[in-house]
């Protein structure tokens, strides 16, 4: 299901393309040109998905007022998943914004199919019965993956970026496998419901001198299991 994302990005040309497509993919969206302006909407929304860009003016003058963004969010307990954009993208840029808690990260130039991939990967992970779990392990999962990337030597970003997706693949298998079972106990919530909604109705229905105890039984299992 589309959510809120709110894209923060200097460049008024890819503010507005962005905008104009993750539209058209029904989603709602708020864009802002740094980081000021982000943080008085964030005052006052709350976002499901929030695609800042890496390098614009900072709180401090710095140049990389994503990182400022991304820090608030995590230090705030924001629910928001930050995907975080570049134009000048390096192993460490890359380590960096996901050991601070972005949920990905994604290097300019881009296709717009690309985006809307990760984009409706993310929304997936929000969708599970216990979001922030699923994404806790994935993040449990990741930062491992990274910090022997990081002890290692002499890998590029292109190299990163091929080792990323392919342990996002490993990843969305395991969160398949979960997306699968919850779906089993969705349906058997749903089921339960029902047999404790019939059960009521039941007893209400039988008269008064009948014995309901059978009845009583089965409304009283059903509810526990609930």
């Known amino acids: ?25 029904g989603y709602s969206v708020d864009a802002a040109e740094g980081v000021n302006a982000a943080l008085e909407l964030m005052e006052s929304n709350d976002y499901d998905i929030m695609l800042i860009d890496k ?58 199919e690309y985006l809307r991939l990760k984009i409706s990967r993310l929304m997936k992970y929000r969708s599970f019965i216990n979001p922030d779990y699923a994404i806790e392990v994935y993040r449990g999962i990741r930062g491992k993956t990274l910090g ?49 909604n019939l059960a009521e109705q039941l007893k209400m229905n039988l008269p008064e001198d009948n014995n309901s105890n059978l009845v009583e039984e089965i409304s009283r299992l059903s509810n526990n299991r609930l």
């Open 148 to 196: 022997l990337i990081e002890n290692g030597s002499g890998m590029s970003h292109d190299e990163l970026e091929r080792a990323l997706l392919s342990l996002n693949d490993e990843i969305d298998k395991l969160f398949a496998i979960l997306k699968e079972s919850e779906g089993i106990i969705l349906s058997e919530r749903e089921s339960l419901a029902l047999i404790a």
């Open 55 to 112: 390098n614009m003016q900072g709180i401090d003058g710095n140049r990389e007022g994503g990182f400022d963004l991304l820090r608030h969010v995590r230090s705030q307990s924001l629910s928001s998943e930050v995907i975080m954009m570049t134009g000048y993208p390096t192993v460490e840029t890359a380590i960096e914004a996901l050991k601070l808690g972005a949920f990905d990260y994604i290097p300019k130039p881009f296709s717009l």
């Open 1 to 25: 299901m589309p959510g809120k994302i709110l894209l923060v990005d200097d460049d008024n040309g890819m503010r507005n393309m962005l905008g104009t497509f993750l539209k058209a993919n």
